[in-house]
């Protein structure tokens, strides 16, 4: 097998058997990409509980051109906003829940004698403008101060869950193998090069022949690789919970960005987002409890989900008492620079990582998988500079984690 020189410098292996490790969104964008480049038949995509089972079916799906413009996200967030809408053409816009929204921030307070300062939630003011507007028609409720943050072509929304499966659906199609087990260990050569990974499914356990490893394990990218006896860049889970509900009737596409303040003079930031099937997500709920090992172990604490209810209830009678279809809760992979980390892994060639894009990793799913993809293949990645967000800049030799 051919070597190509990669954007890092250090050579990469040309086409053979790939192997994936993860079957959220940026695994399923990278497998995904990968058959597009006409190597399907050689991935494999490994996931131990299934599709979408952590963050990227339970996350809620917000996307913006240019809300991470004052950041190193910026490239990626640039690429990737782009691309969902391609994504939508190709598998269709209902099939992903993909539409184009208008988006909001306001305060609201559990009672409406209360006060509360109105100032804009944390992801409100990545926002590049905001003007004092009144909230949408169906938020009637305790709302103290509302603004306007923007709409039309540069925000727009995903089911994350139905995405990453119709990520996965075409590669399999396209000759990609998923496989359900568990990345137990890897193998390498005389010169330290990836030759195959250590899984354990229903028939027992064997080693999977691969030229190339993609770790895309979210939260767990860190630990699982450190078990064979790889170091990555710390990853660390933060913790958030949300709520599906189903109002009597839809509400607008209108994604809010709160402040929230309980009888109880509690605090919170919750995110809400209508979606095309009538439902309303809405998330918050931080947690501290540590990354448990693996995504089937993540609990649901019902009174975080409640107070989130509470929260529903009082700035939108359309959501008092609307029934609850679902309870959930995930961790947001974090880098120890709070920015992705994408490329392939130091002294251990063959070894490729992408993980840590905390709240923003739905929007740059598909530019991750595609750059990546191309890393892999061709060398070099044409969609975006992946040097940016190397695990390289975390190596004590060079240690220059991203800025801002």
């Given at each position: 097998m051919a070597?190509?020189?990669t954007?890092?410098?250090?050579?990469?292996?040309?086409?053979?058997?790939?192997?994936?490790?993860?079957?959220?969104i940026?695994g399923a964008?990278?497998?995904?990409?990968l058959a597009q480049?006409?190597?399907g038949a050689s991935v494999?995509l490994?996931e131990?509980e299934?599709?979408a089972c952590?963050?990227?079916?339970?996350?809620?799906g917000?996307l913006?051109l240019?809300?991470?413009?004052r950041?190193?996200?910026?490239?990626?967030?640039r690429?990737?906003?782009p691309l969902h809408?391609?994504l939508?053409q190709?598998?269709?816009?209902e099939r992903?829940g993909y539409r184009?929204?208008?988006?909001y921030?306001?305060a609201?307070?559990q009672e409406?004698?209360?006060?509360?300062?109105?100032?804009?939630?944390e992801?409100g003011?990545?926002?590049p403008?905001a003007?004092?507007h009144d909230?949408?028609?169906?938020?009637?409720g305790?709302v103290?101060?509302s603004?306007?943050l923007g709409?039309?072509?540069?925000v727009?929304q995903?089911?994350p869950?139905?995405?990453?499966?119709?990520l996965?659906?075409s590669a399999?199609?396209?000759?990609t193998?998923?496989?359900?087990?568990?990345v137990t260990?890897?193998?390498?050569?005389?010169?330290?090069?990836v030759?195959g990974?250590?899984i354990?499914d229903?028939?027992?356990?064997?080693v999977l022949?691969?030229?190339?490893?993609?770790v895309?394990m979210?939260p767990?990218s860190d630990?699982?690789a450190?078990?064979?006896?790889?170091?990555l860049?710390?990853?660390?889970?933060e913790k958030?919970?949300?709520?599906?509900?189903?109002?009597r009737?839809p509400v607008?596409?209108?994604?809010?960005?709160t402040?929230?303040k309980?009888?109880d003079?509690r605090?919170?930031?919750p995110?809400v987002y209508?979606?095309?099937d009538?439902?309303?997500?809405?998330?918050?709920?931080?947690?501290?409890t540590p990354?448990?090992?693996?995504?089937?172990?993540v609990?649901?604490?019902?009174?975080l989900?409640h107070s989130l209810?509470?929260?529903?209830g009082?700035v939108a009678?359309?959501?008092?008492?609307?029934?609850?279809?679902?309870?959930q809760?995930?961790y947001l992979?974090?880098?120890?620079?709070?920015?992705p980390v994408?490329g392939?892994v130091?002294?251990?060639?063959?070894l490729f990582?992408?993980?840590?894009?905390k709240?923003?990793?739905i929007?740059?799913g598909?530019?991750?998988?595609?750059?990546?993809?191309e890393l892999?293949?061709?060398?070099k990645?044409s969609t975006?500079?992946?040097e940016?967000y190397s695990?390289a800049?975390f190596?004590?030799s060079?240690?220059?984690?991203l800025?801002g």
């Amino acid at each position: 097998m051919a070597s190509l020189a990669t954007e890092s410098g250090q050579a990469s292996p040309g086409p053979g058997r790939i192997v994936v490790c993860g079957g959220g969104i940026i695994g399923a964008a990278t497998s995904f990409y990968l058959a597009q480049l006409g190597v399907g038949a050689s991935v494999t995509l490994v996931e131990r509980e299934g599709v979408a089972c952590a963050a990227s079916g339970k996350a809620g799906g917000f996307l913006a051109l240019d809300w991470c413009d004052r950041t190193a996200l910026r490239p990626l967030a640039r690429a990737s906003f782009p691309l969902h809408a391609q994504l939508a053409q190709q598998f269709g816009a209902e099939r992903i829940g993909y539409r184009s929204m208008s988006t909001y921030a306001f305060a609201g307070v559990q009672e409406a004698a209360m006060s509360i300062s109105g100032e804009l939630s944390e992801s409100g003011a990545d926002a590049p403008s905001a003007v004092q507007h009144d909230p949408p028609s169906w938020v009637d409720g305790h709302v103290t101060h509302s603004h306007f943050l923007g709409s039309g072509p540069t925000v727009a929304q995903v089911h994350p869950g139905h995405l990453t499966h119709a990520l996965v659906d075409s590669a399999t199609s396209q000759g990609t193998t998923l496989l359900l087990a568990t990345v137990t260990g890897l193998e390498r050569g005389e010169q330290g090069q990836v030759t195959g990974v250590h899984i354990t499914d229903s028939a027992g356990s064997r080693v999977l022949a691969a030229d190339v490893v993609v770790v895309a394990m979210g939260p767990w990218s860190d630990a699982a690789a450190a078990t064979w006896g790889v170091q990555l860049p710390r990853i660390t889970g933060e913790k958030y919970h949300s709520v599906v509900f189903q109002p009597r009737t839809p509400v607008g596409a209108d994604a809010c960005f709160t402040t929230f303040k309980h009888s109880d003079g509690r605090e919170e930031a919750p995110e809400v987002y209508p979606r095309p099937d009538g439902t309303v997500y809405i998330c918050g709920g931080l947690d501290h409890t540590p990354l448990p090992a693996g995504p089937a172990e993540v609990t649901v604490d019902a009174g975080l989900c409640h107070s989130l209810s509470v929260f529903a209830g009082s700035v939108a009678s359309q959501l008092q008492g609307a029934p609850v279809l679902a309870q959930q809760a995930c961790y947001l992979p974090i880098s120890p620079d709070g920015f992705p980390v994408i490329g392939p892994v130091p002294h251990t060639p063959g070894l490729f990582v992408a993980t840590g894009h905390k709240e923003w990793g739905i929007l740059n799913g598909p530019a991750t998988g595609k750059a990546l993809a191309e890393l892999i293949v061709t060398g070099k990645s044409s969609t975006v500079d992946l040097e940016l967000y190397s695990p390289a800049r975390f190596m004590a030799s060079k240690m220059q984690p991203l800025q801002g």
